[in-house]
């Protein structure tokens, strides 16, 4: 630098015909300027810079994904039984694809795990818990036949403030409640009056839960795909995976439901990039109730 300065210092220009020597102070101003405008184009807010490389890192999942093309099939992954634990749900966030997440109430991260999937722009469902037929082990606090409808509109409620932000529901077990005409009677006006969606998670053929959303008006769909991971084995998985794509294809859209099992993710890891390749598009659940 020191050179380069006693250069532009004793360097000589013409003007009309006479040499004259410039003038030093003109020259180190001239330099100033000159280094300053390298420091402004090769330097970066370091604030601004690690803003930008987090901003890279976590966009959200819709945005990692090419658009739609007509009559592509679709396919939704809904992993519920969230709201434990975080690590389990970070895992799930970076998976770089639309996946929708279903978040028990009352557990001891239901909150944060929805307002961080919230920040990250992924979808977040309520898992509302319902009685079952069988000896599962049950939630402390579930929608029961019999309930009347004051009791089920303060329960739906009460579990809106524990899941904060949700787009719409499925059923937690629930093979004898959403087999029970009367008490889906009663859920569907609450969830239309929220706005909310229903997601029939299908744990019993005797199932009204779907036929009570559309006669009330509520937007629905349901799983009309095999579970993934009633066998908690990556290959088998990965095998249901592969149903769930065929069926997406056959069907033209499909909504399939899955785990936070650690077998589960590692065949999501692998199995999903090849959804795309098979001409299924994954969209999240809200892109495919009706």
Do not use: W
């Not at 029939?200 to 009204?208: I, K």
Request: some cysteine; glycine content about 6%.
């Amino acid at each position: 630098m020191h050179q380069r300065e006693l250069s532009i210092q004793n360097r000589t220009v013409s003007f009309r015909g006479t040499a004259r020597r410039t003038r030093p102070e003109v020259s180190v101003a001239a330099l100033f300027l000159i280094v300053l405008a390298i420091c402004f184009a090769g330097c970066k807010s370091p604030e601004k810079s690690a803003s930008r490389e987090r901003a890279h890192a976590t966009p959200p999942p819709s945005t990692k994904l090419p658009a739609a093309k007509p009559g592509e099939a679709k396919l939704a992954i809904l992993i519920d039984d969230l709201g434990s634990d975080r690590a389990v749900a970070e895992q799930i966030f970076a998976l770089p694809y639309p996946v929708t997440i279903s978040i028990l109430p009352g557990h001891p991260q239901s909150v944060e795990i929805a307002n961080e999937a919230h920040r990250r722009g992924y979808e977040v469902m309520l898992h509302l818990p319902m009685q079952s037929v069988g000896k599962d082990q049950p939630e402390p606090q579930e929608l029961e036949p019999g309930m009347p409808s004051a009791r089920v509109s303060a329960m739906v409620d009460q579990f809106l403030v524990d899941v904060p932000g949700v787009r719409g529901i499925n059923n937690h077990q629930g093979s004898q409640a959403t087999a029970d005409a009367a008490l889906m009677s009663e859920l569907m006006p609450v969830l239309r009056a929220h706005h909310l969606f229903y997601v029939d998670s299908r744990t019993t053929a005797a199932t009204v839960a779907y036929d009570a959303a559309r006669q009330n008006g509520v937007p629905a769909g349901f799983r009309n795909v095999p579970f993934l991971d009633d066998v908690e084995n990556v290959a088998a998985i990965e095998t249901q995976i592969n149903l769930a794509i065929r069926g997406a294809r056959e069907k033209g859209e499909a909504i399939a439901i899955g785990h936070p099992h650690p077998a589960t993710l590692q065949a999501l890891r692998v199995m999903l990039p090849k959804a795309q390749s098979q001409g299924v598009r994954l969209v999240y659940v809200s892109d495919l109730v009706h």
